[in-house]
């Protein structure tokens, strides 16, 4: 059972325009979320983050978005640059941590955003 | 900046072979991941560890061990190699339950 997805394998979108990437997740106990992005042949980096507490958080060009009650959660990326062309990976954690250790995140299966000329 | 280092970049085995992918983190971080990366089913947890000679099954340990000696080292063992497990193998690390950073990544083809 897939607990994080996206639905959009990829996504086309204009330069300069926005890119709405999305994702929506079945466990209601995850508590935090974050977007990856990834190039080819290198691993995902760390692109935004948002707590379960909070319903918007914003950094530059990158803003997501949560609705918890939607169980949705969405980045957007504005105004869309050509160096923004890469696998998008939303991700999940329940939060436990701290002495008990990670859990581990869980990942979505990923979108490729392609941002045209 | 926190370094995780994949010992190889591209691997080419045998069915049958036992293999080992390493992963080693300078920052002292206490949690340590194996994923593994398949076109249309993103990225997959095989095993974790939060500490020294921990480990955790992730979502499909089937096929693989994992040993953690030391706390910088976390590596992930294919104790027979097959054509189902030619895939992209990402390492991350952690200190917290935030904050991943995840190595290059090691493209191991099973011949």
């Known amino acids: 059972d897939q607990q994080v997805k996206q639905n959009s394998p990829s996504l086309s979108v204009q330069e300069g325009r926005i890119s709405i990437l999305n994702c929506d997740y079945t466990?209601?106990?995850?508590?935090?979320f974050l977007w990856y992005k990834k190039y080819p042949a290198e691993g995902p980096t760390f692109l935004i983050s948002?707590?379960?507490?909070?319903d918007k958080n914003e950094d530059g060009r990158f803003t997501v978005f949560l609705n918890k009650s939607a169980k949705h959660l969405s980045l957007h990326i504005v105004p869309s640059q050509p160096g923004d062309s890469a696998v998008y990976f939303c991700?999940?954690?329940?939060?436990?941590?701290?002495?008990?250790?990670?859990?581990?995140?869980?990942f979505g299966k990923g979108t490729h955003l392609i941002i045209q000329p | 900046d926190v370094k995780v280092t994949q010992s190889s970049r591209y691997l080419v085995k045998r069915t049958g072979e036992k293999v080992f992918l390493e992963c080693v983190q300078d920052?002292?971080?206490?949690?340590m991941f194996w994923y593994r990366q398949d076109p249309g089913l993103g990225l997959r947890l095989i095993y974790f560890?939060?500490?020294?000679?921990?480990?955790e099954k992730g979502d499909i340990p089937e096929g693989y061990s994992v040993s953690r000696e030391k706390k910088e080292r976390f590596s992930l063992i294919l104790e027979s190699a097959s054509t189902n497990q030619t895939s992209m193998y990402l390492c991350?690390?952690?200190?917290?339950?935030?904050?991943?950073?995840f190595g290059s990544g090691t493209r191991l083809t099973v011949v």
């Open positions: 991350a690390s952690s200190l917290k339950w935030y904050g991943y950073t």
């Open positions: 466990n209601s106990m995850f508590d935090y």
């Open positions: 948002i707590s379960s507490i909070k």
């Open positions: 991700a999940a954690s329940t939060g436990r941590g701290s002495g008990g250790g990670a859990d581990g995140l869980t």
């Open positions: 920052m002292d971080h206490e949690n």
């Open positions: 560890s939060y500490d020294v000679k921990m480990k």
